[in-house]
């Protein structure tokens, strides 16, 4: 670990490190992937993931409402399960608040009211009903959600499965999250209909549930794409020991989005995964699209793990997306 | 919900209607208890609960030592665990922290790293393996803990469970907590002893799991003395629906602690615990002792639900101990 310079990614690596020599049997799978995996009762897996949502970080209080804030706090945590190929079970939602914002305002509710509004439609859809949680004080809001799923024994999708020679796919469009924060931001300018699409998206992103489930024992790897896509596939290639080439012009883009914002936008919260060339990967899965992008090829030293095909021109593709600690 | 005072009880009692009638069949225990209880395999439930820890509300960077901080966040959802009678099985480690708290500083070690130091080292004698979390950048320190554990299906120990006529219990002394806390503050002094003896229970509490486990089958309703006394028995008797009679004289106190202290003071981490008048209630166990302190009557009208017995007199015991949100 380099001290000045440690970035999320280099913390994380330490954390494993220290927790390294734990004796935990029914801990299949600890830190290192999107969910860890617990060994329950024969023939099931627990796969369990924490997200944090940071006020001023992942969300700001004057751009986004309460109960886009909390569908995207529980969307985070369920985009990991769908990352794993798990069904949702129970969620877990620990909120710190400055007391303010749990004061009614007439008879709309309070933030934190609406903040749950949010929470629960999407705990709702998605079958992770709320089963507890930690409420507190605090100068900013930090939310904290845990989400527990379930999946059959041996069959969750793990980032460590690419192999040389497998595709790679992605789910659903590009781009959105980022182009929505930058709407936002006001920093770019797109035509209603692409802005109205981004925007949505942006504050309602959808977990791929049915798509990770529709996957199992079809993908040899697949993670959630929170980070962008240029950072996540690093890890993916980093935790299965292989790089990657991905196309330009194959890239799905949300309607507006740049190419630039469908290579590292956060937040899009779509699935990455690999396939085996001879694999039947079906072009759509619940109405959502599957795109194929690129391949899985061997690591070879001293070069980037992903590169980039853009024209005739190939570049090593760096890690531009989100990284904690790392600005 | 009064909008202007509402404290933590009363949003938490929101909370629980907001989420009311979700559908959740492996849910057997949601909110309102120390830990949720999820039906897994046949035979076994697993407890969950999550905790914050928060810079300056729970601790401050001035006061606790980074190990002692990593040990507390753990111990308060170990702590959960115990008031349950479950067995830990792994924990999850959500830490938000300015990025200068990561840096190294020489051969030593960044706070960071006594951070997970103390956790872990916790973790181990506690069988709480480290198996996943999240890392972000945050103006100030907040950790969440979610801690799992397994508990014999239908043996846990709820908060529900009392009854009038049942003889009301605590583990170990009460006060140290709130001792050490003011000692920190500069606002007591006690003996040396008694200072040392305050200041290492209140940077190192020992979560009661050996405690809880053999509790189970004999008490009929349990929960963690966190919040202190006043606030915790409130909480018990609540979920009971039933009151208590606490009698001062009988009230074990550590060392140099006031009969305030141990009434309402937090962190203690003791069991607080019911028992049917006949049942065999252990003088101590695993070394720590257990001491009667009161019994469970019924509830009357208009009455409040925790009364003290100190000499001949009877007084209504408020909850004074820590609340959220009602400061």
């Known amino acids: 670990m380099q001290a000045q310079a440690a970035g999320e990614l280099a913390l994380i690596a330490k954390i494993r490190t220290l927790a390294a020599g734990q004796t935990a049997p029914r801990i299949t799978r600890g830190i290192g992937d999107d969910c860890a995996l617990l060994r329950t009762k024969p023939g099931e897996e627990l796969a369990i993931t924490t997200d944090f949502s940071i006020e001023d970080r992942h969300f700001r209080l004057g751009w986004h409402n309460p109960v886009a804030i909390g569908h995207r706090a529980l969307a985070r945590g369920l985009s990991d399960l769908a990352a794993m190929g798990a069904t949702p079970l129970a969620s877990f939602l620990s909120l710190a608040l400055p007391k303010r914002l749990t004061v009614a305002k007439g008879k709309t509710g309070s933030w934190m009211d609406h903040f749950y509004e949010g929470f629960l439609a999407l705990a709702r859809t998605e079958g992770a009903a709320l089963a507890g949680g930690d409420l507190s004080e605090c100068a900013l809001v930090v939310a ?184």
Chains 1, 2 share one sequence.
């Open 144 to 327: 904290d959600v845990m989400v527990i799923g379930t999946v059959p024994r041996g069959k969750a999708l793990l980032r460590s499965g690419a192999r040389p020679g497998d595709k790679l796919y992605v789910t659903g469009a590009l781009g959105a999250g980022l182009l929505g924060l930058r709407i936002l931001e006001g920093r770019r300018k797109v035509d209603m209909e692409a802005e109205n699409a981004a925007l949505h998206r942006h504050f309602y992103p959808q977990p791929r549930i049915a798509q990770g489930v529709a996957l199992r024992g079809v993908a040899s790897a697949a993670m959630d794409l929170s980070d962008g896509l240029s950072t996540d596939l690093a890890r993916l290639c980093e935790e299965s020991k292989v790089a990657a080439v991905v196309e330009a012009r194959k890239l799905p883009r949300a309607p507006g989005a740049t190419l630039d914002e469908a290579l590292h936008g956060g937040d899009d919260y779509e699935l990455l995964f690999t396939a085996p060339a001879k694999a039947r990967v079906p072009r759509s899965i619940g109405g959502v699209m599957v795109t194929e992008i690129g391949e899985i090829r061997r690591r070879a030293k001293g070069r980037a793990p992903v590169t980039l095909v853009d024209g005739g021109k190939k570049t090593a593709l760096a890690a531009h997306g989100w990284e904690h600690f790392s600005q």
